[in-house]
Each structure stands twice: as structure tokens, then as C-alpha cells.
């Protein structure tokens, strides 16, 4: 019976993310939640895997010559096939050490927009690290789920799910998807907004890092009511002189800057509003729209969102963790969800 619980519990949901992957297993729950980055030396023209996960993270913007670190992940799909390849290698060793027993069942979540090249792309390097089967299910649905929202109801339900790299606006009922759309905003298009204008209105170069420190810092999506805001010191190169420098943001600053990639995800929630069929339209006024993924967490985006569409707007309990709990859910009732979980190979 053990060999048997061992073998049933090594099945996984991957919630491979642009900028974080999390990974449940069945009877555990979320057990990794790594930043989606990988490491290599590079030694007489062969790449190595150095680090992936935190490690490399703490490389990024940092290496010398001979070592590269990059994000394998852009937009929610793969950029880089070998790269994400071995970090998906990685993450299922580090979690599912008992190889011997079992390959591992594996449900992977893939933006609604994702072209089936791209879907291929993620099927296939999940099959090469080590998967028996590979399912694929969509981004918004996962999201739904694991906020607990009744999808399987007939009555519309809206998900916004703020990532890495795509913005998933999605209307959902009776347990699929009634409308999407895929937006390519979310944070990293955020931390650019930042990178851009620090360097543009302040001269001040900084990096990824600097740029997602000041976001969830002082990020906010509207402009602060004392036109100010909150304040934090900064450190980049000044690109007039080429030294280090040191400077203070206030939150009207990020707020200005973060001005287009929240406007944009405004209006992704206002198109699909637009295109509601009515009787849905009614039950979304009822029940508001839920927002998941870790670009909910910017501060008063959920007001902002409120002020444009004069709808309720709610953020998940736990808005990070939210497609990676349903891409789990959807492994532990999977015969209910079947209809959504794509296997075809």
C-alpha cells in the first residue's frame, strides 16, 4: 500500500510561470515556489547548469563573462526550449525524489492565448524532464479555481489573472470558458515601465531587480491623494557620468510611471465586459470580478479597476499561489474538469 500511496501522491501540477514556478503535488499541496531563472557556466563553447530557481536569481544583472543567467519564460510561454527544459528537470528532481517508483502524471497551466507551437514547446519539455503524461490546462481556469470561485455553476464568473508576463481576463461558466483574452502585460511590463522612466526623467539606470523592489515597495496604481505618497531611496548609475548614484522615489513618481501597463490591463477588464453576452454581463454586477496572480498585489489596483468598470473588484486570498492550487485541484478532480485539461499529443 505504500509503494501504491507513493506512486498515486508523485503527480504534479506545474504552475509554469514567467516570473515564478510553483509546483503541487497530489496529498502534499504546494511544496516549490522558485523563481523561473536558470544559471549556466559557459566552458569551451558548452552551456552547464550552475544554478536554477533562487540561486540563479540572485545572478541576474550580476554575472561576469563566463556565466549567463536568464528566464527561459516570456510572455507565460517558453523563449528558451532547452533552458526551460532543464529547469523544469530540476524542479521535478527536487520534489519528486523517489524516480525509481514512477514517472509522474504532470498538469501544466499554459496562457488562454498560447498558439499550439507554444503549447507543444511546454508539452514536450515537460515530457523530456521525466513526465509519464502531460495535460494542459488553461491559465484562467486554473486561476478560477483556485479562488475558489463556483465555476462549475450557470452563472458567469470573471477572473483577472495578473502574472509575469500575460494579463488572462477571462468570463467563465458551467465549468469552462465563456470568453478570454490574453493581454502581454503584467509585471515584468511593469518593472520595464520603471526602468523606462527613471532613466528618462532621472537620468538613472537600474536593473529587473531594482525595478521589482521599487514596485512592491511603493508601487501603486493611483496617484496618491496628498499628490506625493510614500518615499524610498534607489540606487543605479547615473547615465550622465557613468557613477553610482543615489536617489529618492515617491509613490506619484511609480504611479506615473506605471500609468500605461495598468491602463492596459483596464482595458482588457473593459473589452471583455463589452463582449459579455448580457444574461452573464447581469450575474458579473451580482458577483463582481475576483483578481489572482501576483500583479493583483499592486497597491490600489483594485481601486483603480473599481473607478473605470463601477464594478465590485476583489483580489484572492492568496493571489500568488492561486493557478497553482487550481492546476492541483484540477489534478484531484480531474474526471469532473476532463473537458478542460487537454492530453492530446
Given at each position: 500500500m505504500s509503494i501504491l500511496s507513493g506512486i498515486f501522491s508523485s503527480d504534479m501540477a506545474i504552475d509554469l510561470g514567467t516570473a515564478n514556478t510553483l509546483v503541487y503535488v497530489r496529498g502534499k499541496g504546494i511544496v516549490l515556489n522558485e523563481p523561473s531563472v536558470v544559471a549556466y557556466q559557459v566552458k569551451d563553447g558548452r552551456k552547464m547548469v550552475l544554478a536554477v530557481g533562487d540561486d540563479a536569481k540572485l545572478m541576474l544583472g550580476r554575472t561576469p563573462g563566463s556565466i549567463e543567467a536568464i528566464r527561459p519564460m516570456r510572455d507565460g510561454v517558453i523563449a528558451d526550449f532547452d533552458s526551460a527544459e532543464e529547469m523544469i528537470k530540476h524542479f521535478i528532481r527536487k520534489v519528486h525524489r523517489r524516480t525509481t517508483l514512477s514517472k509522474p502524471k504532470i498538469i501544466v497551466c499554459v496562457p488562454y492565448g498560447a498558439t499550439p507551437v507554444e503549447k507543444r514547446a511546454i508539452r514536450q519539455s515537460v515530457l523530456s524532464a521525466g513526465a509519464r503524461r502531460a495535460g494542459l490546462i488553461p491559465e484562467p481556469i486554473a486561476a478560477a479555481i483556485g479562488a475558489g470561485m463556483p465555476i462549475t455553476d450557470p452563472t458567469g464568473n470573471m477572473v483577472v489573472d495578473i502574472g509575469g508576463g500575460t494579463t488572462e481576463v477571462a468570463v467563465l461558466s458551467l465549468g469552462d470558458i465563456v470568453y478570454a483574452r490574453s493581454a502581454r502585460v503584467g509585471g515584468d511590463r511593469m518593472d520595464e515601465a520603471i526602468i523606462n522612466y527613471l532613466r528618462r526623467q532621472m537620468n538613472l539606470l537600474v536593473g529587473e531587480t531594482t525595478a521589482e523592489r521599487i514596485k512592491t515597495t511603493i508601487g501603486t496604481a493611483r496617484m496618491p491623494d496628498d499628490g506625493r505618497g510614500q518615499t524610498m531611496l534607489i540606487r543605479g548609475r547615473d547615465?550622465?557620468?557613468?557613477?553610482?548614484?543615489?536617489?529618492?522615489?515617491?509613490?506619484?513618481?511609480?504611479?506615473?510611471?506605471?500609468?500605461?501597463?495598468?491602463?492596459?490591463?483596464?482595458?482588457?477588464?473593459?473589452?471583455?465586459?463589452?463582449?459579455?453576452?448580457?444574461?452573464?454581463?447581469?450575474?458579473?454586477?451580482?458577483?463582481?470580478?475576483?483578481?489572482?496572480?501576483?500583479?493583483?498585489?499592486?497597491?490600489?489596483?483594485?481601486?483603480?479597476?473599481?473607478?473605470?468598470?463601477?464594478?465590485?473588484?476583489?483580489?484572492?486570498?492568496?493571489?500568488?499561489?492561486?493557478?497553482?492550487?487550481?492546476?492541483?485541484?484540477?489534478?484531484?478532480?480531474?474526471?469532473?474538469?476532463?473537458?478542460?485539461?487537454?492530453?492530446?499529443?
Open positions: 547615465i550622465l557620468n557613468g557613477v553610482p548614484k543615489e536617489l529618492e522615489v515617491n509613490q506619484a513618481q511609480i504611479a506615473e510611471a506605471l500609468a500605461e501597463p495598468v491602463q492596459q490591463i483596464c482595458d482588457a477588464v473593459m473589452q471583455a465586459l463589452e463582449t459579455t453576452p448580457p444574461d452573464l454581463s447581469a450575474d458579473i454586477v451580482d458577483r463582481g470580478v475576483m483578481l489572482t496572480g501576483g500583479g493583483a498585489l499592486l497597491g490600489e489596483l483594485d481601486l483603480s479597476l473599481r473607478e473605470q468598470t463601477g464594478l465590485s473588484i476583489s483580489i484572492a486570498n492568496d493571489p500568488l499561489s492561486c493557478v497553482a492550487l487550481g492546476t492541483g485541484k484540477a489534478l484531484d478532480f480531474e474526471k469532473e474538469l476532463r473537458h478542460v485539461i487537454d492530453y492530446d499529443s
